[in-house]
């Protein structure tokens, strides 16, 4: 249960999951050889991990370099993109190198871009340290960064050589980071895994208490993911189910300057989606009932007081999903599955929504 693998035609790598760094630098030694090793971190993963895995990492490569940007999601942006070509320019980085990203989402989503792009494209490795990135951000390929206030705007599909989960790095991640990750692993259970939601349960606190539990954890809520990425990479079809409460919730985070975490705006987006449903009569009020109650007893939100809707809608119709005067939806009809459903863009939503 320490290994995934994911198995495209033409290409494949390996998720790994351990609970040190200890055998990291066979791994990579297994996928890449090559004179650089460029690590982009962020400043408190660069306090935190930063000089432990380098250690590991001269076992194979004398030439090792980090960049840390600023934490947080103001950082997944065009300046700092530059800054890290700047970087990677000054270290005269070519294509046999290679880059890690060592990190949560916002650093695999940004150094995962910057790798795609910088020239045309150079090995990339995901490191992720929070458990969001380690359940979701981490499998899959997609890397981006926000452009004027949305999210994800620009960006491209691009998949990593390896993806290296190191759970005993969870010990030191804030419990609220912690509980953004069980909101992502709240949509994989809702989407295709019901039996999931005693699992969530389960590890609902941090890290450090759940040893037992939490490699199976990141396992599962790995594999649904693996399923969904190996049917459909480039999201043209079952692939948008991973979207499942995330229209909302990036018209959210957008909205509010990113003063919400990703994946608090996750939770809120799960609940609107249920209203959503409840309201087009595909699922049972009951339902929504339970969904709330668990986001709760989990210590995620589901509600912002005084939020205005209608620029929430606003934003939505501006979301890259959308098109003209719909929005297509990933509704749940019950817990493990959900449909796609197109819904109007009016003030209508709003109320739905706000109700
Ligand atoms: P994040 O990367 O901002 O990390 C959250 C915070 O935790 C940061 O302050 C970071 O410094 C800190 N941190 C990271 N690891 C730590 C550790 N082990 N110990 C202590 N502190 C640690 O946020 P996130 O929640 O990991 O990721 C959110 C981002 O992921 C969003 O930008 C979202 O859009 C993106 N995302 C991408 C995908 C995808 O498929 N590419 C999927 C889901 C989310
Ligand atoms: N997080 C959505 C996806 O990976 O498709």
Redesign the pocket.
Known sequence: MNRLNMNFPQYKYDIVIQNSFSNISSEIASVWSGDKIIIIT????EK??LDQLSVELHNICPAIYSYAIP???D??CFLVLNQIYDFLLSRHVERTDLIIAL???????IA?YAAATYLRGISFIQI??????QI?????????I?FHGY??MI?AFYQPLLVYINTD??????VR?YK??LA?AMVHSIIADSSLLECICENACNGNDTKDHIQEFIYRNCRI?VDVVLQDEKDKGIRKI?NFG?TVG?AI?GLYGYQF???EC?SIGVVAAFKLSVHFKLINVEKLIYIKTILSDLGLPIKIEGIDWLNVVKRIQFDKKSKSEKVEFILPVDIGEVISYEVDINSTLAEILAD
């Open positions: 962020d400043d408190i993963v935190l991990y934490n947080g999601e950082s997944k990190g949560g989402g916002v650093i695999g989503d995962g992720p340290t929070t458990l969001l990135a979701d951000s981490s499998v899959g390929g997609k890397v981006a926000n999210k994800n960006g790095v969870l010990k030191t991640l804030p980071e953004c990750g992502e993911k991973l995330h990036h985070e975490k990703h994946g996750v």
